[in-house]
């Protein structure tokens, strides 16, 4: 494809140019192996010249008036809605994604893009009342400087452009760092549409790189006040320690190990679908996936007959079929450790209702059950197609079954009573669930986060305003002040 062929280069100071690294990151389709691209790493010395490129950039589109800025965001609109057959194809070739998967993130991204184009007018100044007499308070909202974005491989287009283009629109310049799985569609295909919308070169620098080469340099560099991550609970932890050493704030989108939960008032066959969805859709490498179904055990025999059934039926295979529902994971080291895990929880004592065949990185989907509580599926984040059916006796019951992780993501709940549901809903301690539907959700203007080990802070809507922007107070005495010394 000509994206893998034009865009494998870094873009930094609004050119497009090799990385001066002494090896390569290769660019793989996941499903048949395919050499996609070869990229030369950037080096600690390119890093800083992204970041200083997007300091010189950022000091007049900061002052922009906002009006001007939001046409980047139409024009960029308008460019990913002109080639989304194009952008869809890099998704499936370089992320694994099937077509369903791939019109999704699309659908997403061009929502998102629409949030941009408000987002550029809404921070709003305020003036506050003084006790001294003839005092004004300002409060102005401006732009922190400089934002650096690191970005995952499972959604790389939309989950870079879920803090590129607020941070953009917002007055900011920008230095991303995709996930070196995903480097065309995660760095450089963002690159390329802000480049043909009209963003003044240096705002927007994508380097291409790992931290085999250049450390925490990304984090450490003194120019970015605000870092984005979005990935695992283990990195972001690092990436929060690295960054509070250096006064910088954080905003972390990590892992989860949701519930979905179904109450014995369910309507089960719309559960069973909600549930199927919940787990399987990307081959379960999704945030918000549901790792755990969680029934009241009066419906639990009807339910696990219908989700088997489902499951079964899943089709395995090449993500450019249409018709396949479950494609490969990332990479084969993924793989083997979701096959491993699954054989040693069997082997603990756990039931599989399903067993998935593994071949290369297509894994098959599996149901366990009977799972022995201190078993690791429970509790860490299995990002592939596996998922745990725990049966329960009563809400309390479920409450504590769904809260017994580190996670706090998302969920589920599902019921014929809709405040019942929210009673529980509640009561289970994430940061966002979700009452009669999949936990698969994100909307541009809801604020979107978790609690405790799946994050810190929050992206969407107003939320990117206390991310990407800083208060600034500034009073103004009129007439004269009686100093005391």
Request: glycine share 10%; with cysteine.
């Amino acid at each position: 494809m000509s994206y893998f062929s034009e865009l494998a280069y870094q873009y930094i100071d609004g050119e497009w140019r090799p990385g001066s690294g002494s090896w390569d990151i290769v660019d793989f389709n996941p499903y048949n192996g395919e050499k996609l691209a070869s990229i030369t790493v950037a080096t600690v010395e390119e890093v800083d010249l992204a970041y200083r490129a997007a300091e010189r950039a950022q000091r007049e589109w900061g002052s922009t008036n906002p009006y001007t800025r939001r046409l980047v965001f139409e024009r960029a609109l308008r460019i990913v809605e002109d080639r989304e057959k194009e952008l869809s194809e890099a998704i499936i070739a370089e992320v694994g994604g099937t077509h369903f998967k791939a019109a999704f993130e699309l659908g997403l991204a061009r929502e998102f893009l629409r949030e941009c184009v408000q987002l550029a007018l809404r921070p709003e100044g305020r003036i506050i009342p003084s006790p001294i007499d003839g005092k004004e308070n300002r409060l102005y909202r401006l732009p922190v400087g400089v934002v650096g974005v690191v970005s995952p491989f499972n959604f790389p287009f939309l989950l870079s452009l879920k803090s590129v283009g607020p941070a953009l629109a917002l007055g900011n310049g920008v230095v991303l760092k995709p996930h070196q799985n995903t480097p065309i569609c995660g760095g450089s295909l963002l690159g390329k549409v802000f480049e043909e919308a009209g963003l003044p070169p240096g705002l927007l620098n994508v380097v291409i790189t790992d931290i085999a080469e250049i450390g925490d340099a990304l984090i450490e560099h003194p120019v970015p006040k605000v870092f984005s991550f979005t990935g695992s609970d283990k990195v972001g932890r690092h990436v929060a320690t690295v960054a509070a050493s250096h006064f910088k704030r954080t905003v972390l989108e990590l892992g989860g190990n949701s519930a979905l939960i179904v109450l014995d008032d369910a309507d089960i066959d719309y559960a069973v679908d909600a549930a199927i969805l919940s787990r399987f859709a990307h081959q379960g490498q999704i945030c918000m996936a549901a790792n755990r179904i969680l029934v009241d055990r009066a419906v639990e025999r009807e339910f696990t007959e219908k989700f088997v059934a489902r499951v079964r039926g899943l089709k395995v295979g090449d993500p450019n079929d249409p018709t396949t529902q479950i494609g490969p994971l990332i990479n084969e080291t993924q793989a083997e450790n979701l096959t491993s895990l699954v054989s040693q929880t069997i082997a603990d004592g756990a039931t599989a209702l399903v067993r998935g065949e593994t071949s290369g990185t297509l894994v098959g989907p599996t149901v366990l059950t009977d799972v022995p509580e201190g078993s690791a599926v429970l509790h860490q984040e299995m990002f592939g197609p596996v998922v745990v059916l725990i049966p329960f006796d009563g809400d309390d019951e479920a409450v504590e079954i769904a809260n017994a992780t580190d996670y706090g993501l998302s969920g589920a709940v599902h019921t014929g009573d809709i405040e019942r549901g929210v009673r529980l809903a509640r009561r289970v301690e994430t940061g966002m669930i979700h009452i009669n539907d999949s936990s698969v959700h994100d909307e541009p203007i809801v604020p979107f986060g978790g609690e405790r080990h799946s994050g810190l802070g929050r992206l969407n809507g107003d939320a990117y305003i206390e991310a990407f922007t800083t208060t600034k107070w500034i009073s103004i005495q009129h007439g004269r002040t009686h100093f005391p010394l």
